[in-house]
């Protein structure tokens, strides 16, 4: 199923049901020295492959990587975001990048689907930056600001992606 938002609720993070995003997303800006730049395959292709491959061995260190299933969904995951990265300009897809002293630590892409919705087809953050991820989103909604809804896609059945999609509170769960 795919995850449907308004877009203006990701933007703002407004109200009692969005204060942990908003605390990490605040978090995040008190502590890093951070900017937020449109993503350019010419200037960031390298670094948001780079940041991909990070984000998988971070990934696999911290969890239990000795499931097949759990090797698989990393691997495919990494695939997919790879294979966005390097043919985006083909794709036609649009989205940011986080810099945090100059570096990539952040990548969030996707595309309309609609006049009124886009979609964010990947985001990979620097896990040891903490509120990277929730500032990322807030932005890449920020981004998108001409649009009325994101579709987030679906979850993959993965646990961890069900969890976060569902604890930004969707407005419509879309079944295919």
């Known amino acids: 199923q795919d995850y449907v938002y308004r877009i203006k609720d990701l933007a703002e993070l407004k109200g009692p049901g969005f204060d942990s995003k908003r605390n990490k997303a605040n978090f995040f800006m008190k502590n890093y020295d951070y900017g937020v730049e449109e993503f350019n395959f010419d200037k960031h292709g390298n670094e948001c492959l780079a940041l991909v491959d990070l984000w998988r061995q971070q990934k696999e260190d ?21 294979t966005l990265i390097k ?6 897809v649009r989205g940011i990048v986080l810099k945090v002293e100059g570096k990539v630590v952040g990548v969030s892409l996707g595309e309309h689907l609609t006049p009124n919705m886009c979609s964010n087809i990947i985001e990979k953050t620097n896990p040891a930056l903490n509120g990277a991820s929730e500032f990322i989103f807030r932005e890449f909604a920020r981004y998108w600001s001409s649009c009325e809804f994101l579709n987030a896609q679906d979850d993959f059945g993965v646990d961890y992606l069900k969890r976060v999609k569902l604890s930004y509170h969707p407005i419509r769960l879309i079944t295919s």
């Open 62 to 82: 911290t969890e239990d990587s000795s499931a097949d299933s759990w090797r698989y969904e990393i691997g495919a995951e990494t695939k997919v975001a790879r």
């Open 87 to 92: 043919f985006s300009r083909e794709l036609g």
